[in-house]
């Protein structure tokens, strides 16, 4: 073991201690065992950042990257001989550096940053590099905002309100506190988190891998899975609203229960409910919404559910005194959520009935509840920039992920599938399928979706779910539910299936975004009235009639075959801070979206969610509303959307100002 006289955590780039990093005090053939688990591509990149060595880049190293498919190539489709290769240098690179005593690393420079990012990237169009940029977040946060209150707004009193204190709010916490802009977040529950503080069901975690799924200022090196538990999200985003002084601005057990936008001022009256049951009213000159599209639990309105003399709530919801051991348990639904929730209890139930309307298609993920292999776990801890370097790569695997998958082939004819690449897709799920269950025909019929891949959340899978599902105490039940008696759900066949707990794992009231919040804006418009169950927003951030009224989330933001939700959040929130500050910078109170670009927006999103397979699947999802519009989805690439985040467009709106000082133009409510 060599050792050096610095052991102590070096403190790279980044949000305080997210990218604490440890010298090297291994020896060579610790060394070399670290790096046979690595995740090569991104390991090459860090290097080649800290060494300045381009051989570690060559191209003969670059991987092909192929179209990614129900699974993902490992190490990025490179070859044996090339990955041989890769080894070798990066253990005489690490040896090397160890040697040198671990020096810190010199600030990047910015060609090479470029240099490196072709190599992971290949021949990607030249407009990816700010957005690739961005989420490298190298040498400095790209997305911080480029202008302070003090400066641009010299004594000006303007606040903002933001509605949710998970990732979201978070993210708007800390780029407004970077702006210098006074600010207080609102939270319903105790704690931060959001769905992350909320969901504590058995079984709960990531299905998106995790180094993506992080704030791009908050860079996490030591996630201990790929797709991490609950417990070890919630406690991120906890420590990044500590270690950011945010925690200060939250108001915990706070419900908003309106916004009213006031004419005479050009600011948000908030009404909202205390922890002690007050009632009290803010005055705010800007809103963030931060409410996230699966918070309000949907429950199905099944008759005789009030009769039930057991225990029964939302997944969502789950006890934390209940006490499901040798009990007779109903999992009603067959989504994301009891997906994890199944497996997780099945050996702990006296008999398991999961009630299913549509099974949902999986994608082969062996490792998905595997930790990060010790060696990947040592690099990460141990050489700079790795982490960054790995979340790039995941973010930029899923870029395009399976959105070519979706899309829908008019020429194409079949019962099922949308495409030729869509039918490759199912045919490799299919397979995955049938290998798990070739002893167990009747479950094969049931568990195969007759929907096209991609009409519906697909899910991660290792197996553990069919496991589940053949246990002999356990049933998948795909009669109807036709009612609930004290003892039993009884369904459309008649027979009583008796449980004393039901778990309803029915989802989230997507597309009632907001709800049941109050919005009224310019001239008494009510937001929800307005809406008529079928949200839209320019962007997914404004709406006509609503100024300074930003969310993060909203209508058709979802991305859900590509990228994370943390991605389009970012791109919201920072969004918002350029329109704020261009604003200010005009000497206007605030801005009001134009109808035009929002209807044009809406016309070209709805265009493209039909030519997706949630668009023309007669199937039912949370990603369409009771209207049948595909209200949640963000159908094109993440370039675009960072394309039309990037920087505020304010030719798209019309400052609006107090009253005292310029007379707005008056609008219709009903338009």
């Not at 709010?169 to 802009?181: C, D, K, N, P, Y």
């Not at 795909?478 to 989802?507: C, K, P, Y």
């Not at 519009?629 to 990037?646: G, I, K």
Request: with cysteine.
């Amino acid at each position: 073991m060599t050792t050096h006289a610095r052991s102590e955590p070096r403190k790279s780039l980044g949000l305080d201690e997210f990218d604490a990093i440890w010298p090297i005090m291994a020896d060579s053939a610790e060394i070399e065992a670290a790096v046979a688990e690595a995740d090569l591509p991104a390991l090459l990149a860090a290097l080649a950042m800290i060494t300045g060595d381009e051989a570690l880049i060559a191209a003969d190293l670059r991987p092909p990257n192929p179209p990614m498919g129900a699974s993902i190539k490992p190490q990025g489709g490179m070859s044996a001989e090339a990955q041989a290769k890769a080894r070798q240098l990066a253990i005489q690179a690490l040896v090397a550096y160890r040697d040198q005593g671990s020096p810190e690393p010199a600030a990047p420079n910015g060609e090479m940053l470029d240099r490196i990012m072709r190599f992971l990237v290949q021949d990607a169009s030249s407009d990816y590099l700010p957005l690739l940029r961005h989420e490298l977040a190298l040498p400095q946060d790209m997305g911080a905002p480029n202008w302070k209150l003090g400066n641009v707004a010299p004594g000006r009193d303007f606040s903002v309100a933001i509605i949710g204190a998970g990732l979201s709010g978070i993210a708007a916490a800390h780029r407004l506190q970077q702006a210098g802009v006074p600010y207080t977040v609102f939270e319903r529950k105790p704690d931060v988190g959001g769905v992350w503080w909320a969901n504590s069901y058995p079984g709960c975690r990531l299905d998106t891998p995790n180094f993506a799924y992080s704030l791009s200022f908050a860079q996490k090196q030591d996630w201990p899975q790929q797709f991490s538990r609950q417990p070890e999200i919630q406690s991120y985003i906890a420590r990044v609203s500590e270690v950011a002084g945010l925690r200060e601005n939250i108001s915990f057990n706070t419900e908003i229960l309106s916004l009213v936008w006031q004419e005479d001022t050009a600011r948000w009256l908030v009404t909202l409910r205390t922890a002690t049951g007050e009632i009290e009213r803010r005055s705010f000159n800007a809103i963030i919404t931060a409410v996230g599209q699966l918070s309000q639990p949907a429950i199905p309105n099944i008759p005789g559910l009030a009769r039930f003399s057991g225990r029964h709530f939302h997944s969502a919801e789950w006890p934390s005194d209940i006490d499901i051991l040798g009990k007779r348990v109903a999992v009603v639904g067959t989504g994301a959520s009891a997906y994890q929730i199944v497996p997780s209890i099945v050996d702990r139930v006296n008999s398991l009935h999961v009630f299913q309307r549509n099974p949902p298609w999986m994608l082969p993920t062996p490792t998905y509840h595997d930790d990060i292999r010790p060696g990947m776990a040592w690099l990460l801890k141990h050489v700079p920039y790795y982490g960054r370097w790995f979340r790039f790569w995941q973010f930029w695997i899923a870029a395009e992920g399976r959105l070519p998958l979706v899309e829908v082939d008019e020429d194409w004819q079949h019962p099922i599938s949308v495409s030729r690449a869509n039918e490759g897709l199912r045919q490799e799920c299919m397979v995955h399928l049938e290998m798990q269950l070739q002893d167990r025909p009747d479950l094969l019929k049931k568990l195969t979706p007759t929907y096209p891949p991609g009409a519906k959340r697909m899910l991660r899978d290792n197996g553990v779910w069919t496991s589940a599902l053949k246990q002999p105490h356990a049933s998948l039940v795909t009669e109807r539910i036709d009612h609930i008696e004290d003892d039993a759900i009884v369904t459309a066949d008649g027979e009583r299936h008796q449980v004393d707990v039901i778990v309803f794992a029915t989802g989230f009231l997507a597309s009632d975004y907001l709800h049941p919040i109050e919005v009224k804006g310019r001239e008494g418009k009510d937001l929800h009235e307005w809406w008529g169950g079928d949200c839209r927003a320019h962007l997914g951030i404004t709406v006509p009639g609503f100024p300074n009224l930003f969310m993060s989330g909203g209508p058709n933001t979802g991305v859900v075959v590509n990228g994370s939700a943390i991605f389009s959040a970012e791109c919201a929130v920072e969004y918002a801070l350029s329109a704020i500050g261009q604003t200010l910078s005009a000497g206007h109170d605030a801005i009001d979206c134009r109808m035009e670009p929002f209807q044009a927006f809406n016309d070209a999103v709805d265009a493209e969610n039909l030519r997706k397979a949630w668009g023309v699947a007669k199937t039912t999802s949370w990603y369409r509303n009771a209207t049948g519009r595909a209200s949640q989805t963000w159908p094109f690439s993440l370039l675009e959307y960072w394309r039309l985040t990037e920087r505020a467009d304010l030719d798209e709106y019309v400052f609006v100002d107090a009253r005292s000082r310029t007379e707005p133009e008056p609008i219709d409510p009903h338009n």
